[in-house]
T-cell receptor
Framework: DAKTTQPTSMDCAEGRAANLPCNHSTISGNEYVYWYRQIHSQGPQYIIH???NNETNEMASLIITEDRKSSTLILPHATLRDTAVYYC????????????????FGAGTRLAVHP | DADVTQTPRNRITKTGKRIMLECSQTKGHDRMYWYRQDPGLGLRLIYYSFDVKDINKGEISDGYSVSRQAQAKFSLSLESAIPNQTALYFC????????????FGPGTRLTVT
C-alpha cells in the first residue's frame, strides 16, 4: 500500500482557497487518491477521488501531478464549516475486483478556517 | 433525510450488558461497514459486509458480532460490553463499483461503565 504524507495542520482565511497537499511518492499505477474529511465527532465525509486526471465536483478540486507522486485538494472558497481533519488515502479503486483492503485513515491535516 | 442513519446516537450501558447498534441506509448500496474511533486515534474496521450473505471480520472483531438483516440494514452487537469498548462507532456504505467511496452515518457514542 502506498503511504501518504500530509502536513499536521494548516490555517486558511474564510473566503480564500484552501490548498491541502498530500505526498504519495510510492503510489502504484492502479491506485487512486481519495480524500475524506471529518468534522469534529461527525462521520467522515467522502470528498473526491482521482487516478491521474484532475477532478472537480461541487465540494472541491483534486489536482494530481503528472508523475502522480503528489496531489492537492483545493477548497476554492473556504468557509468556517470547512474546519475539519482532511485525510488523503491511496487505494486500488474503481473497477478493481481483487478484494478489499480497508481504508486507512491516518493522522490527516487539521484545517482551521478563521474569519 | 440522511442516507445513512444510526441508532441510538448515544448510549450508556454497564459492563456485561448486551447492546445492539443499528444502521440503516437508503442509498441502495450493497456494501456496509462498521468502524470504531477512539479519541485521538483513527478509524478501525470492525466488520464489513459485501452483501446479505457475505460478512467479513475487520481488524478488531473480537468482542463484536454483526447481523445483515437486509440489504439496507447492518447491526453491530456487543455480546458482553466492557469499558474498553467505549468509543464512537460509525456505520458506512459503498456501492459495488468502488468500495473506497464510502458514506458514513452520524455515529453512535457508546459509553460502557
Amino acid at each position: 500500500d502506498a503511504k501518504t504524507t500530509q502536513p499536521t495542520s494548516m490555517d486558511c482565511a474564510e473566503g480564500r482557497a484552501a490548498n491541502l497537499p498530500c505526498n504519495h511518492s510510492t503510489i502504484s499505477g492502479n491506485e487512486y487518491v481519495y480524500w475524506y474529511r471529518q468534522i469534529h465527532s461527525q462521520g467522515p465525509q467522502y470528498i473526491i477521488h482521482g487516478l491521474k486526471n484532475n477532478e472537480t465536483n461541487e465540494m472541491a478540486s483534486l489536482i494530481i501531478t503528472e508523475d502522480r507522486k503528489s496531489s492537492t485538494l483545493i477548497l476554492p472558497h473556504a468557509t468556517l464549516r470547512d474546519t475539519a481533519v482532511y485525510y488523503c488515502i491511496v487505494r486500488v479503486g474503481s473497477g478493481f475486483s481483487g478484494g478489499y483492503n480497508k481504508l486507512i485513515f491516518g493522522a490527516g491535516t487539521r484545517l482551521a478556517v478563521h474569519p | 433525510d440522511a442516507d445513512v442513519t444510526q441508532t441510538p446516537r448515544n448510549r450508556i450501558t454497564k459492563t456485561g450488558k448486551r447492546i445492539m447498534l443499528e444502521c440503516s441506509q437508503t442509498k441502495g448500496h450493497d456494501r456496509m461497514y462498521w468502524y470504531r474511533q477512539d479519541p485521538g486515534l483513527g478509524l478501525r474496521l470492525i466488520y464489513y459486509s459485501f452483501d446479505v450473505k457475505d460478512i467479513n471480520k475487520g481488524e478488531i472483531s473480537d468482542g463484536y458480532s454483526v447481523s445483515r438483516q437486509a440489504q439496507a440494514k447492518f447491526s453491530l452487537s456487543l455480546e458482553s460490553a466492557i469499558p474498553n469498548q467505549t468509543a464512537l462507532y460509525f456505520c458506512a456504505t459503498s456501492g459495488q463499483l468502488d468500495p473506497y467511496e464510502q458514506y458514513f452515518g452520524p455515529g453512535t457514542r457508546l459509553t460502557v461503565t
